[in-house]
T-cell receptor, first 114, second 114 residues
C-alpha cells in the first residue's frame, strides 16, 4: 500500500509569495518521522525539515514550516517568501520506527516565477 | 565533515553487463541505504546495511545486491543489466536507528543502460 501521497505533480508560485505543498501518509505505527527533501536538477537530495509523530508543535526551519495534522495524517510543507532558488522537486518522506527505511512520495515540482 | 560520496557519478553500460557502485558514508554513520530513482517509479528503497548486515531489502530482483565493509563503506552491484535499470542510484547514510534524524544523501550515480 502506498505510504506517502503527494497529489500535486507540479506547482507554480510567484516569487516572494508563500506556497503549500501537500503530503498525506498512511501508517499504523504510533511512532514515526516525517521529512521533506528538496531535489534540485543536480540530483542531490537536500534535507529541509523533520516532524516527529509525538511532536505537538509544528516544525519550523527558517522559511520552511511543516503543517502537521496527525488526525488527518497530513504533513504539508509551507515555504514562505518563495525565492527563484526554491525551484526544484520536493519530496515528502516517512521513516519507519527502528529501521532506516524511508518511504517517499512521488514528488512535487515547484516552479518559482519572477 | 565530509558528506556522502558516491562514485562514479555517471556511467554508461550495455545490456547484459554488470555494474558496481560505491558509497562512502559520513564518518561515524553506521547505516547505509540505497535508493533507485526513475521518472516512472520515483524513489524506491533497494536495501539498507547496518554494521555490515543487510537489515532491510526492497522489492527488487536478485540481480541487485550490495554489501557493507567494516569501515561502513558500501557497494551495490547490478548484474545482467536491463534497459529498465537506467536510473539515478542514491546512497544515503545516517548514524543509527529510530525515527529521528534525517538521511544524508550523496549526489548519486547516474546509470544509463544502452
Amino acid at each position: 500500500a502506498q505510504k506517502i501521497t503527494q497529489t500535486q505533480p507540479g506547482m507554480f508560485v510567484q516569487e516572494k509569495e508563500a506556497v503549500t505543498l501537500d503530503c498525506t501518509y498512511d501508517t499504523s505505527d504510533q511512532s514515526y518521522g516525517l521529512f521533506w527533501y528538496k531535489q534540485p536538477s543536480s540530483g542531490e537530495m537536500i534535507f529541509l525539515i523533520y516532524q516527529g509523530s509525538y511532536d505537538e508543535q509544528n516544525a519550523t526551519e527558517g522559511r520552511y514550516s511543516l503543517n502537521f495534522q496527525k488526525a488527518r495524517k497530513s504533513a504539508n510543507l509551507v515555504i514562505s517568501a518563495s525565492q527563484l532558488g526554491d525551484s526544484a522537486m520536493y519530496f515528502c518522506a516517512m521513516r519507519e520506527p527502528f529501521f532506516n527505511k524511508f518511504y517517499f512520495g512521488s514528488g512535487t515540482k515547484l516552479n518559482v516565477k519572477p | 565533515k565530509a558528506g556522502v560520496t558516491q562514485t562514479p557519478r555517471y556511467l554508461i553500460k550495455t545490456r547484459g553487463q554488470q555494474v558496481t557502485l560505491s558509497c562512502s558514508p559520513i564518518s561515524g554513520h553506521r547505516s547505509v541505504s540505497w535508493y533507485q530513482q526513475t521518472p516512472g517509479q520515483g524513489l524506491q528503497f533497494l536495501f539498507e546495511y547496518f554494521s555490515e548486515t543487510q537489515r532491510n531489502k526492497g522489492n527488487f530482483p536478485g540481480r541487485f545486491s550490495g554489501r557493507q565493509f567494516s569501515n561502513s563503506r558500501s557497494e551495490m552491484n547490478v548484474s545482467t543489466l536491463e534497459l529498465g535499470d537506467s536510473a539515478l542510484y542514491l546512497c544515503a547514510s545516517c548514524p543509527g536507528t529510530g525515527v529521528t534524524g534525517e538521511l544524508f544523501f550523496g549526489e548519486g550515480s547516474r546509470l544509463t543502460v544502452l
